[in-house]
């Protein structure tokens, strides 16, 4: 898996690093849905055929539980010495950043594009058409690396998104910066159901939702990582 995974990111930047020849030629076309092999998210129905319930505050603290459950014990150990009453810092934690953050990502859920990008100018942007995911998201937490050269600049990240059926997704990132313009490439690595899936640290994580909510109070997008 870790073999794939290393070969799908390398083939990834070989492909950002061709194309940063020619980053001012804008790739344009309609939007369209993903037909290639990677797993998409069908749209949920209720026995009355209408679509499942979109992401409320209190589904997110739900789902931010259930994301805190798979980080070790020794993460929370902080909150537990605050708290002080033997309460579950985990289900305190959820609580508190859902009423937070909520606002945010709910404004912020966009469709998100394997590809995107500008050339600099800010007036012709333009994305693949094939859509990550099924629903809109939000990114919530991001881990960046990054590599420079005296030609462009290569950053990879590794990130969580929070889909708008409450899914969290581990999305690598791929982008190369010449000049002015920019080209970002993302794959999805997994839908997050146990600790192994996990892309980023506790304190990154807690990073993003910093970002997020200062963001928030400020009206504008956050600046992740």
């Not at 990008?117 to 094939?130: A, I, L, Q, S």
């Not at 995911?133 to 600049?153: K, M, N, Q, V």
Request: proline share 4%.
């Amino acid at each position: 898996m870790k073999n794939k995974k290393v070969k799908t990111m390398l083939s990834a930047a070989v492909m950002m690093i061709a194309a940063g020849s020619g980053i001012c030629c804008a790739w344009k076309a309609g939007r369209k849905k993903k037909t290639d092999d990677t797993e998409i998210k069908e749209p949920v129905f209720d026995e009355e055929g209408l679509a499942e319930e979109k992401l409320t505050e209190e589904k997110l603290r739900e789902c931010l539980l259930r994301l805190f459950g798979l980080y070790e014990d020794c993460e929370f150990d902080d909150l537990v010495e605050f708290l002080g009453d033997g309460s579950d810092p985990r289900e305190y934690a959820a609580e508190n950043y859902a009423a937070q953050i909520f606002p945010y990502i709910k404004k912020n859920m966009k469709d998100v594009m394997m590809l995107t990008g500008d050339d600099g100018t800010g007036k012709e942007p333009f994305y693949m058409t094939d859509e990550l995911f099924y629903y809109p998201a939000c990114i919530i937490g991001s881990r960046i690396r990054e590599l420079y050269t005296d030609r462009f600049a290569l950053c990879r990240e590794s990130e969580i998104w929070i889909l708008e059926n409450g899914e969290f997704a581990s999305v690598y990132s791929i982008s190369l910066r010449k000049g002015g313009g920019r080209l970002t490439y993302r794959f999805l690595d997994t839908y997050i159901s146990e600790p192994g899936d996990i892309p980023i640290c506790f304190d990154d994580l807690e990073s993003g939702f910093s970002q997020i909510i200062e963001a928030e109070e400020e009206g504008r997008v956050a600046e992740l990582p």
